[in-house]
């Protein structure tokens, strides 16, 4: 898992690490690509705490534990129809999900970046491009809405390589676009529109998990019996004795939730901050992952682009 977490590292290179190693596969002696994203997928390993179960439930995943179960001790188990442990099953209604018996030990924050970098590769795995420029898979024509391929091949008459763009939309003939300007061009206004971004923003604190998880597990308990309560009063039959118990419980949850985010701005406060990202100082695979994490699209029109940012 902790080789997985480094930006260059593909499923693929894990694989061939444990066939190098001789460690026989799930189906054969050979480790493939997709037997080691199942593998990383599958949270028997992780340590739930608080953030595997917002990354469960905001993926609308049925979770049979109550919240104080996920203490940051034992592992999970996935349940559902074959193959539930890939990103487009987990967005389903029919997984289930439930706490272990066993110890969990590998801490959640690196489980969870191992999930966002496979949400990633799944997005542009179709494309044959990633290699030829750390935008491939964002781009997209402002003519068709097709996506915009980058094309490299060697010019016979210097040797130099050249990369060049390509809509797909012209493989289907219905698209009359011909960008004037060179993918080296496009790839500088984006590097600089991400460091103006990153300029701006301030980067997160590594916080002591096990500091804060029963602190980010009060505070959602907090937020769903808000809910709860607010659920109540939109019912008709509700008596005026009851709004007002209901009024009273709603004034003492959100005088605790606001002292538990101060409790939490302290913590914050003396946490240790990572350095800043220096966006030309990256390599590609990083480059990409950060784009990957701020962009949308990038539409690409004859002689200008525009930039679609995540909400």
């Not at 604190?205 to 998880?213: K, L």
């Not at 118990?245 to 406060?269: F, H, W």
Request: glycine share 8%; hydrophobic share 35%; charged share 25%.
């Amino acid at each position: 898992m902790r080789v997985y977490a480094y930006p260059t590292t593909s499923l693929g290179d894990i694989g061939r690490m444990m066939t190098a190693k001789q460690c026989p596969g799930p189906n054969s002696s050979k480790w493939s690509p997709c037997s080691v994203g199942r593998v990383i997928r599958n949270p028997a390993s992780v340590k739930c705490d608080h953030a595997v179960y917002k990354y469960f439930k905001n993926l609308g995943v049925n979770i049979i534990n109550p919240l104080k179960d996920f203490n940051g001790e034992h592992g999970g188990m996935l349940v559902g129809k074959k193959g539930a442990v890939t990103k487009g099953a987990l967005d389903s209604k029919g997984a289930t999900f439930a706490i272990g018996n066993w110890p969990g030990y590998i801490d959640s924050a690196l489980w969870l970046g191992c999930q966002k970098k496979l949400d990633t590769n799944e997005k542009v795995a179709s494309n044959d491009g990633p290699r030829n420029s750390w935008l491939t898979g964002l781009m997209k024509c402002g003519d068709c809405g097709r996506s915009v391929m980058v094309r490299k091949y060697k010019r016979k008459s210097d040797g130099e390589t050249v990369r060049t763009l390509r809509c797909r939309g012209k493989d289907f003939l219905d698209c009359n676009i011909k960008p004037q300007m060179r993918i080296e061009q496009i790839e500088g206004s984006v590097q600089n529109e991400l460091e103006k971004l990153l300029e701006r923003c301030k980067p997160a604190p590594f916080n002591n998990a096990n500091e804060t998880n029963e602190l980010e597990l009060e505070l959602i308990r907090i937020d769903e019996s808000v809910t709860n309560l607010m659920q109540v009063l939109k019912t008709q039959k509700v008596s005026t004795l009851t709004v007002g118990y209901i009024n009273q419980e709603l004034e003492k949850l959100t005088e605790t939730k606001k002292k538990l985010m101060e409790e939490k701005r302290n913590i914050n406060r003396e946490s240790i901050f990572p350095p800043k990202i220096i966006f030309s100082a990256l390599n590609k695979n990083d480059k990409r992952a950060v784009a990957f994490s701020y962009l949308e699209t990038v539409v690409v029109y004859e002689d200008s682009i525009s930039l679609i940012w995540k909400k």
